[in-house]
Each structure stands twice: as C-alpha cells, then as structure tokens.
C-alpha cells in the first residue's frame, strides 16, 4: 500500500509543503495536485495526507471540489485508513482542519498524526496574495510527516 498526498496551492506554500512531504515518502507513493486526483487512486492508496491553505476560514474551492468528485466513490471502500493534514493558514487554519475531518470521518479514515498547521499571518491583501517561501524548520517537519505516514502505511502499522 502506498501513501498518497493530496495538495492545493494558491500562493505556493501548500505546494512546497506537500514536495517536503514527498521527499520524505517511500518509492511508489504518490503527490497529486487535488485538480487530477482520480477515484482510482484514493481507492487504490493505503493512506493520505492533505495539504490545502485555508480561504475565508475553509479549505480550498479545488480541495473541496477533489472530495466531491471522489467521495462516494470511495464511500464504504476506504474505511479504516490513516490520514494526516498540512494547512496553511493566514491566520488560523482551524476552519479547513474542520472541514476535511468532517469528510475522513465520513469516510471513516483514522487520523494517525497530529495536523499541522502553517500561520503565516498574512492579513492584507497583498499580504495573502504574495508567493509564500516556507521556512526551512517547516518544510523539515513536513519531511518528517511524510516519512512517518509513508512508513507506516507501508509495514500496516496504522
């Protein structure tokens, strides 16, 4: 079984923290932006994690939009898998956290690690809208985070 990320990015942060977690995976997992995400592979992944920011307090237009395309296909399939989340967040992150929980637990996924969130206190326009660099601290315990899930979807641990 593999790991499989999900990730949406507007202003580039999600992306990095969603390759940081990659470079952290095994040989055989995958990173998919949420636009070309296909049922077959949430069906065909042993576990996931999700890397979106928050907009107006909820996950993305393209993150939402990914789970209403896949997600009776997956109803009643997936159950049980392990799942994890990366947000970024201008303020607080906690709405899109939210969201996507509601959704695992009607997938009735298993969160295995503690989100994580990402505050980058933008609070302007010009602020939210500027290409994000994420700190280096971040992007290594994104690494870790996708480490620690690839690993443990592949030995079954979860």
């Known amino acids: 079984m593999s790991l499989l990320i999900i990730w949406h990015s507007r202003t580039g942060a999600s992306e990095q923290m969603a390759q940081a977690a990659m470079q952290g995976c095994r040989a055989g997992d995958q990173c998919v932006a949420a636009d070309a995400v296909t049922s077959e592979q949430i069906l065909e992944a042993g576990g996931y994690l999700f890397v979106c920011p928050e907009n107006l307090g909820s996950m993305t237009g393209a993150m ?94 979860f």
């Open 64 to 157: 939402k939009e990914m789970f209403d395309r896949t997600y009776y296909d997956a109803l009643g399939r997936i159950e049980g898998r392990p799942y994890s989340t990366i947000i970024a967040a201008g303020s607080d992150g906690e709405g899109a956290l939210r969201q996507i929980d509601r959704i695992a637990t009607g997938w009735r996924l298993r969160r295995v690690a503690e989100a994580k969130i990402v505050n980058f206190h933008a609070q302007t326009a010009e602020q939210i809208w500027a290409l994000k660099t994420v700190d280096r601290e971040v992007l290594s315990d994104c690494r870790a985070i996708g480490a620690g899930l690839s690993e443990g979807v592949a030995l079954g641990v």
